[in-house]
């Protein structure tokens, strides 16, 4: 008796977290670049997965890359530059 | 509602990462450029994940993992100021234990599990692409568990939803700094026109 009640608790636990995957993984393969070329929803969660981590990868490739170029230009950062600077990036 | 929390995480990462900037970069005048490319990239990712203000798991995590490490300890306090409630939960030696105990219990479980699936599993071909598509969730769920901070003791639901913030955010971050690059290039161009 106790099973079959324990039983069925964890398949409406599980029902409930699963449409709320579904739901973030559909947010997730909205983001993604390559996904978002292809035409229709049926998109594997493996798929899903290998754009999202390839995504952060190049993200991160690009924050590298940027804090280089910015250590060559920020070499000589006179005030009136630095103020110009701030004022630019809070817009 | 999004793009107006996006705003509000754009105008507080770069307010932190001007300040970061202006405390490790005027210290020294003459560093090499190795060296200030690090605290550049540095003073952005504390600054991406302070910004949050706590409400993420991974900005928590980026912090913590950050704070371990004694050069940097300095600059991240100055960042978050004083009573900056982030602290490393462990010692290095304390987590490697850890992660050690936690790998061979789930060495331990995989193992049995595995064990009652072969009993279970009918003829192997009915099953084989079922089994092989969940391994390859089960081993790309690893992969992203690695790239997310923190991700590693995160469940499946908090990972993907954690993800998706860090992504959002990383976006910010090549953004600002993008367009830092941008500004700087035009700056550099206009300065030696002046001078020629």
Known sequence: MSTRRSRSRQSTASRISDDQINDLVSKLQQLLPEIRSHRSDKVSASKVLQETCNYIRSLHRDIDSLSDRLSELLENTDPTQASIIRSLLMQ | ?196
Not at chain 2, 44 to 72: G, M, P, Q, R, V
Not at chain 2, 131 to 160: H, N, W
């Open chain 2, 1 to 196: 509602m999004k793009m107006h929390t996006s705003s509000k995480l754009r105008k507080e990462f770069i307010k932190k990462w001007v300040k970061g900037l202006q405390i490790c970069c005027s210290s020294k005048k003459n560093m090499d450029i190795l060296e200030r490319k690090k605290k550049i990239k540095l003073c952005a990712d504390i600054a991406l994940a302070s910004a949050k203000n706590e409400t993420t798991l991974w900005s928590i995590a980026l912090i913590s993992e950050a704070k371990k490490d004694d050069e940097n300890k300095i600059l991240v306090d100055n960042l978050l100021g004083p009573e900056s409630r982030f602290k490393p939960r462990m010692t290095n030696r304390q987590m490697i234990a850890c992660h050690k105990r936690v790998r061979s219990k789930k060495i331990l479980k995989k193992s049995r599990h595995v064990c009652q699936k072969m009993k279970k599993m009918g003829p192997p071909k009915s099953n084989l692409a079922a089994y092989i598509a969940k391994k390859l969730v089960k081993r790309r769920t690893q992969v992203l568990k690695r790239l997310v901070p923190g991700g590693e003791s995160m469940d499946k639901f908090s990972l993907i939803k954690e993800a998706l913030d860090y992504i959002l955010s990383l976006r910010i971050q090549v953004d600002v700094m993008r367009t830092l690059v941008n500004a700087n290039e035009v700056l550099n161009q206009s300065d030696s026109k002046i001078y020629n």
